[in-house]
């Protein structure tokens, strides 16, 4: 097959590039250059510049032509704005989700040729063609399955999908980068946001929402304990960086009106619950019956709760099995029966 595939200089994808290529399939490698790094010049060097150089030399190394596609404008206008608007409501974005769905499997759909009849990515998911509709399944590494992060992924986008890692461990990849030789084979994984690479998001966040001074104020008491930069940089259970004395003190809510932050001794503001309110579904393949048992992730990692989906209309009531402490609004629950990934709902 002509295969595109998305290359993003780290060790996944460039061992999903040579494993395509030796299977004998004609490839062509991209690099999507989303960084904001040129806004954040002042901070020094832009990392996408050595994943670009890293990226060179994977393809280099297997005689695979490298095409560097700019996507900043689509990138900005899709899962930035989404980012900024999120955090400035004062709940929990999460950026990846439409990334997936939006650019990578969205927007760089309509820039190639169409003559390219598959878009292969170093996700660790699976895809399986069952009758005429394609299944979004788990890898068998836990820790580094990756479907959370795909769940707001379309039918049409997961049929032309491959994931040509998707049946191995990470510990097995890194046997196969060593294999190949490949010039990132020791590179360390990526962690955070995909589009912000070494910029911290308080740096991300003071450049485009500036600062907001305000009051930090204990719950309790209604005394004013200090001063903050603004609502956003703050959130639920927080409890480093408030620059504070005679602690340990938590942030346990936000007054996003009058932008004060109130603090406590006591970390009981992000109370452990069972049940939850979703809504914005996205379904796969199939949306699964009311009141159908079901595993859900409230966040990506290899921990999932049993529980029931009751489905009215555009909203629905999730009952774990056990309680969990960090459910928020604005993230995602991710659902699953067996290792099929079903789709996922924004959490009220």
Sequence with gaps: MKIAVLLSGGVDSSVALR??????????????????????????DCPWEEDLEFARAVCKQANVPLEVLPLQTEYWDNVVSYTIAEIKEGRTPN????????????????????????????????????????????????????TYFLAYITQEQLSRALFPIGKFTKKKIRELAKNYQLP????????????????????????????????????????????????????????????????????????????????????????ARKEFKVTKFNWIADKPESGEKLKVKIRHGAKSYNCFLEIDNETGTVSLDQEDQGIAPGQFAVFYRADECLGGAVIL
């Excluded at 490839?27 to 020094?44: H, M, P, R």
């Excluded at 063609?129 to 990756?146: E, G, H």
């Excluded at 600062?211 to 001063?227: A, N, R």
């Design 19 to 44: 494993l395509l290529k030796d299977e004998g399939h004609d490839v062509t490698a991209f690099y999507l250059k989303i960084w904001l790094q040129d806004e954040f010049s002042f901070l020094g």
């Design 95 to 146: 950026p990846d989700m439409f990334c997936n769905r939006l650019i990578k499997f969205g927007e760089f759909y309509k820039k190639i040729d169409s003559s390219f009849e598959k878009v292969a990515s170093g996700h660790y998911a699976r895809v399986e063609k069952l009758n005429d509709k394609y299944l979004l399944k788990t890898s068998p590494d836990p820790v580094k399955d990756q």
């Design 184 to 271: 990132n084979m020791a590179r360390k994984d990526s962690q955070g946001i995909c589009f912000l690479g070494r910029i911290s998001f308080n740096q991300f966040i003071k450049h485009h929402l500036g600062e907001l001074p305000g009051d930090i104020v204990e719950l309790e008491t209604g005394q004013v304990k200090g001063k903050h930069k603004g609502y956003y940089f703050y959130t639920i259970g927080q409890r480093s960086g408030l620059g504070l004395g005679g602690g340990p003190w938590y942030v346990v809510k936000k007054d996003i009106k009058n932008n004060i932050i109130y603090i406590s001794r006591q970390d009981y503001s992000n109370r």
